[in-house]
């Protein structure tokens, strides 16, 4: 069974700091990994995914994820916070490249600081 | 081009009452999901048709749950009867392709239960 964790269920970093979100998954096959963002009264909007291939994903709005099977981990990064990003951050993981249901962590809810 | 939506946006029903969601997906596509979450847990899989079969069933919480795609384009979901648990949000999402498994959410609706 695959699963995910995501690490912190609130995150708070100043205007400008790094943006470091941390999720962990288990699968017993290769995993299609997500990044999704919830914006406050809006819809789910895929940040960035990895299937196959380079392990480092860039991602819309500055962010990216790495791929680390050996850590099974796909933390999300931003350089630089803006306070644009203050959102709910989800991490996922997908069983395989067919249409299929999507295995959610619990959250992680962003807060930027001025 | 319209992104997936979903109505109505908010709904406050007495325990014991009926209540249907609907789906509008992105045109074209034949996959639909439906997500749950509640009480800030995570999100987690419903359902998935394709086009108008019921493919994966596997999260519907109990037959107080019936979902329908009828023609394969909108899709409903029904609580019949509502329970205090049933209270959170609802996401529908819809995909096109088989490989990749990008799905596209909708804003969700927020059922709350009294």
């Known amino acids: 069974a695959q699963s995910v964790t995501q690490l912190g269920s609130h995150v708070s970093v100043s205007e400008g700091a790094l943006v470091l979100l941390r999720c962990n998954y288990s699968s017993s096959v290769p995993p299609y990994l997500f990044w999704y963002v919830q914006y406050p009264n809006q819809g789910l909007q895929l940040l960035l995914k990895y299937t196959t291939g380079a392990t480092l994903v860039k991602g819309i709005n500055g962010f990216e994820a790495e791929f680390k099977k050996s850590e099974t981990s796909f933390h999300l990064t931003k350089p630089s916070a803006h306070m644009s990003d203050a959102a709910e951050y989800f991490c996922?993981?997908?069983?395989?490249?067919?249409?299929?249901?999507?295995?959610f962590g619990s959250g992680t809810r962003l807060s930027i600081r001025p | 081009e319209a992104g997936v939506t979903q109505f109505p946006s908010h709904s406050v029903i007495e325990k014991g009452q009926t209540v249907t969601l609907r789906c509008d997906p992105i045109s074209g596509h034949d996959n639909l999901y439906w997500y749950r979450r509640v009480m800030g847990k995570e999100i987690k899989f419903l359902l998935h048709?394709?086009?108008?079969?019921?493919?994966?069933e596997s999260g519907m919480p109990n037959n107080r749950f019936l979902a329908e795609r009828t023609g394969g384009t909108y899709s409903t979901l029904k609580v019949q009867p509502a329970e205090l648990e049933d209270s959170g949000v609802y996401f529908c999402a819809s995909s096109q392709r088989v490989w990749g498994n990008e799905q596209f959410f909708g804003p969700g609706t927020r059922l709350t239960v009294l």
């Open positions: 996922a993981v997908s069983p395989d490249s067919s249409a299929s249901k999507i295995i």
């Open positions: 048709f394709v086009k108008e079969s019921k493919q994966d």
